[in-house]
């Protein structure tokens, strides 16, 4: 059994309690926390301070933090709302964003500032759908037409950079065409996982048994999903797909099987939040902190100046294809779905770590699109929340967006 010290995983523990804690004492609160858990990895780590570095059970936990993360993110997704005029315009606004992010990674390439342009513009084109999740939940608008429009355009961006991200950029050798057969197959398996689960779920016997042991130390609900989370990570990795197509589509799966969940395990929900967003999330995100490479970016200005350039070039190929939503939400709100569809960090976190194994990307392109991330994550929030508030305040102005027609 190899030797394991927990000293680093205790660091990174104490800096995930003190992050929230020390923001909900600023006048900062507002900062999503997942900003301030980055600055406290590359404070901790080897960038500034040096007192952690990634070890077995760090790099273990922020593992299991990446899938929870695209899991919940899943869990968010609800496919009976992508349809009809919604379906439309979300799709024709990735497809536009696509074609921008295509033009912009071929100029840096043309500009010499990257090697593959098509991993860049697969990186710009996401939208950080775990982060962008829970603000409009704190907005108290996630329910709504115009926050179900935003996460579908954030799924859809997300999803779809994911599975761009496997066909063409997988750590498997394989062609494209192979992977584009496993991904079918990988498809067909969670139709039929979903069918099986649905079919099992919905018999009496089961039912009772299930709805006996939620809420004791069997915690059975609980159990089944992190095995569907597990189950769908090891079957994209066994396809060479990557590992967080499968933990997104089993957060997908478990969304539609779990249709009765008010009625009999209304805190089912919470639970798989305390465990994502209590216990492993935070550890990924302040892993990435500690793996930053802060003597990479700053190393000359010409990679410091990437940064505001990969920064305007989400803003671009995310913010402006929301335009096209003018028609379902109005001028001003397609402008803050566009801010918020802008926001982007875990996907550019976990792409481009697995485009500098590959090779692709060098340290200081890592550093410089993880850095325009973070002020992503900073700034387009907070403006798209002021945007927000200033319409709801605004006399004559209607609280609710216009009805999204779904047929």
């Known amino acids: 059994m190899p030797i394991i010290s927990f000293t680093g995983l205790l660091i990174v523990a104490a800096v995930a309690f003190l992050a929230p804690l020390l923001l909900g004492l600023s006048p900062l609160r507002r900062l999503p926390s997942v900003v301030i858990e980055i600055l406290g990895g590359i404070i901790i780590g080897p960038s500034v301070l040096g007192w ?23 869990l968010e997704v609800e496919l009976e709302r992508l349809k009809g005029r919604l379906l439309t315009y979300v799709a024709l606004a990735f497809l536009v964003s696509l074609g921008l992010a295509l033009l912009a990674g071929y100029g840096f390439y043309a500009a010499g500032q990257v090697v593959s342009p098509l991993l860049i513009a697969i990186i710009l084109v996401a939208t950080a759908l775990g982060i962008v999740v829970p603000i409009l939940k704190d907005a108290g608008v996630s329910d709504t037409d115009f926050g179900q429009l935003v996460i579908a355009g954030a799924m859809f961006a997300e999803f779809g950079s994911i599975i761009l991200l496997s ?13 584009l057969v496993l991904l079918g197959g990988f498809v067909l398996v969670a139709i039929m996982c979903a069918f099986i689960v649905l079919r099992v779920e919905r018999s009496p016997r089961i039912a009772a048994v299930l709805v006996r042991l939620q809420d004791t130390t069997a915690q059975i609900r609980v159990r089944g999903a992190f095995a569907l989370l597990v189950a769908f990570a090891a079957l994209s990795e066994r396809l060479g797909l990557e590992t967080i197509l499968g933990a997104f589509i089993a ?14 395990h209304p805190h089912f929900r919470q639970k798989l939040e305390a465990i994502g967003f209590g216990v492993f999330i935070p550890v990924f995100f302040i892993t990435s902190g500690i793996q930053f490479d802060l ?10 100046l990437r940064v505001p350039l990969f920064l305007l070039a989400l803003l671009l190929i ?22 918020l569809q802008a926001t982007s960090l875990s996907f550019i976190v976990a792409a481009s770590q697995i485009g500098l194994d590959l090779g692709l990307l060098t340290k200081a392109n890592v550093a410089a699109l993880i850095a325009a991330g973070l002020l992503s ?18 006399p004559g102005q209607v609280s609710s967006v216009m009805t999204v027609e779904s047929s």
């Open 52 to 74: 952690v570095k990634v070890d077995l059970p760090i790099s273990i936990l922020a593992l299991l933090g990446l899938a929870f993360l695209l899991f919940l993110a899943g």
């Open 167 to 179: 066909l063409f950029f997988s750590r498997e050798a394989t062609s494209t065409g192979a992977k």
């Open 251 to 264: 957060g997908v799966i478990l969304r539609q099987i779990d249709g009765d969940r008010m009625l009999t």
């Open 295 to 304: 003597k990479a970016l700053i190393a000359s200005p010409a990679t410091i």
């Open 318 to 339: 995310r913010g402006v294809p929301a335009l096209l939503y003018r028609q379902l939400v109005g001028n001003q709100r397609s402008i803050i779905a566009g801010l």
């Open 377 to 394: 994550v900073i700034i387009f929030p907070i403006i798209a929340l002021t945007l927000l508030r200033q319409q709801a305040t605004t």
